[in-house]
C-alpha cells in the first residue's frame, strides 16, 4: 500500500463537543420511512395485525411481513396474510425494528428453525426495539433472551399500537448497548 497523502492542516484535538452535530441528539422524533419487519405464523391476531398496519400508516413507516413460506400464513380469523419475506431470506438486519406477531405453537415451531431464531438475537444484538406478544416466548426463550428482556421488548398485549410504533420513533434502544 502506498503512504497515506499528507493532510492539508493538523487535526484539531481543542474543539468542545457539539450537541448541535450530535446524530443521536438530534433525531427526527418520527418512524416515517422507516421499516418494520414482522415475523408471523399462522393463527396470528388478525386484529392486532390490523391495529399496526393502521398505526405504521399513520405514521408514514413501512412494513414487510415476513413468514416460514413465501406463500404467507393465515391468521385466527381465517383471512390469508401475504408475505414479502420468507424468515430464512429475510433478516432482521433489512428493518429497523421487528415485531414477533405469532401463535403459541408457531413460536414453538420458530424455536426449532435456526434462521427465526437469528431473526430474534440480531434485532436484540443491533438494539432494535422488539414488538411480541406472551405467544412468542417460546422463540424468546428458545434464542435464551427471557432473562434479558429490557425496555426495548414492547409487549403490544399491554400497549395499543399506536403507543409501540411512538416507541419506534427513538429508533434503538440504545440503553442495552
Not at 418520527?30 to 400508516?57: H, W
Not at 393465515?74 to 419475506?85: E, F, I, L, R
Not at 421487528?98 to 405453537?105: D, G, H, Q, R, Y
Not at 406478544?133 to 414492547?154: H, N, Q, R
Amino acid at each position: 500500500m502506498p503512504e497515506p497523502a499528507e493532510a492539508a492542516m493538523e487535526t484539531r484535538e481543542d474543539l468542545a463537543e457539539s450537541d448541535a452535530l450530535s446524530i443521536l441528539k438530534n433525531a427526527p422524533d418520527t418512524f416515517k420511512g422507516r421499516k418494520l419487519g414482522i415475523l408471523v405464523s399462522d393463527d396470528l391476531d388478525g386484529e392486532l395485525l390490523g391495529n399496526v398496519k393502521t398505526a405504521l400508516d399513520n405514521e408514514g413507516a413501512m412494513y414487510e411481513i415476513v413468514a416460514p413460506q413465501i406463500g404467507g400464513v393465515t391468521c385466527d380469523k381465517g383471512k390469508s396474510v401475504d408475505a414479502q419475506q420468507k424468515v430464512d431470506g429475510g433478516p432482521s438486519v433489512l428493518y429497523d425494528a421487528v415485531l414477533l406477531l405469532m401463535s403459541k405453537s408457531g413460536a414453538e415451531k420458530f424455536a426449532g428453525k435456526p434462521e427465526a431464531k437469528d431473526f430474534v438475537s440480531d434485532a436484540f444484538a443491533h438494539n432494535k426495539f422488539i414488538g411480541y406478544t406472551d405467544a412468542a416466548m417460546p422463540l424468546i426463550k428458545a434464542v435464551g433472551l427471557d432473562s434479558m428482556m429490557d425496555e426495548g421488548f414492547v409487549d403490544l398485549k399491554q400497549n395499543s399500537a399506536d403507543k409501540f410504533i411512538k416507541t419506534l420513533r427513538g429508533v434503538r434502544y440504545w440503553a442495552r448497548s
